[in-house]
T-cell receptor, first 113, second 119 residues
């Protein structure tokens, strides 16, 4: 699997957009970019994923560069409840459901009141 | 959406006893479930892949006789920590994928986790 590099920690003011970067320069053509987050003492929560195109859902937007070597997760209006560790993971897609996800250290995002 | 339930959410046990943690997919079937372990201030570490109807696949360094995994049905996997010791105290998290959703992508749904404290 392609390795990812994320900043260890970031702060963002409440109500502002939080932009979390992720580098994945060795990503291959069939690998997706997934974002999960883990709020303290809870299980990880899926946020969004993408392959080539930018994606948006009710939680966030995912911007993938044209060369796919990096991406940015955007939380448009951060709230205190968005304080969590955010994980960027690169992995092949599958229709079988037996492909494991490996978590790195992630970015600890703190939303400041 | 897909929901994964874990039970118990927390458990305290004495050293030397065994503890069973259940992981259920509530509204979907999962032929494969994954068990992770997380120590304080660390990331999730994959322990094993649980396969319905067959033996689990353990990651390197994880003792299969210590952490018994049984995937007896398409909606239930159990992790038993045998002869638990204080160093086994950790946050155990399971996950599964709803194969009926998001075809082609590898999106996992995680349980809320089970915190084990061994005295």
């Amino acid at each position: 699997d392609a390795k990812t590099t994320q900043p260890t920690s970031m702060d963002c003011a409440e109500g502002r957009a939080a932009n979390l970067p992720c580098n994945h320069s060795t990503i291959s053509g069939n690998e997706y970019v997934y974002w999960y987050r883990q709020i303290h003492s809870q299980g990880p929560q899926y946020i969004i994923h993408g392959l080539k195109n930018n994606e948006t859902n009710e939680m966030a937007s995912l911007i993938i560069t044209e060369d796919r070597k990096s991406s940015t997760l955007i939380l448009p209006h951060a709230t205190l409840r968005d304080t969590a560790v955010y994980y960027c993971i690169v992995r092949v897609g599958s229709n079988f459901g037996n492909e494991k996800l490996t978590f790195g250290t992630g970015t600890r995002l703190t939303i400041i009141p | 959406g897909a929901v994964v339930s874990q039970h118990p959410s927390w458990v305290i046990c004495k050293s030397g006893t065994s503890v069973k943690i259940e992981c259920r997919s509530l509204d979907f079937q999962a032929t494969t479930m994954f068990w992770y372990r997380q120590f304080p201030k660390q990331s999730l570490m994959l322990m094993a892949t649980s396969n319905e109807g067959s033996k689990a696949t353990y990651e390197q360094g994880v003792e299969k006789d210590k952490f018994l995994i049984n995937h007896a049905s398409l909606t239930l996997s159990t992790l038993t920590v045998t002869s638990a010791h204080p160093e086994d105290s950790s946050f155990y998290i399971c996950s599964a994928r709803d194969l009926a959703a998001r075809s082609g992508a590898n999106v996992l749904t995680f349980g809320a986790g089970s915190r084990l404290t061994v005295l």
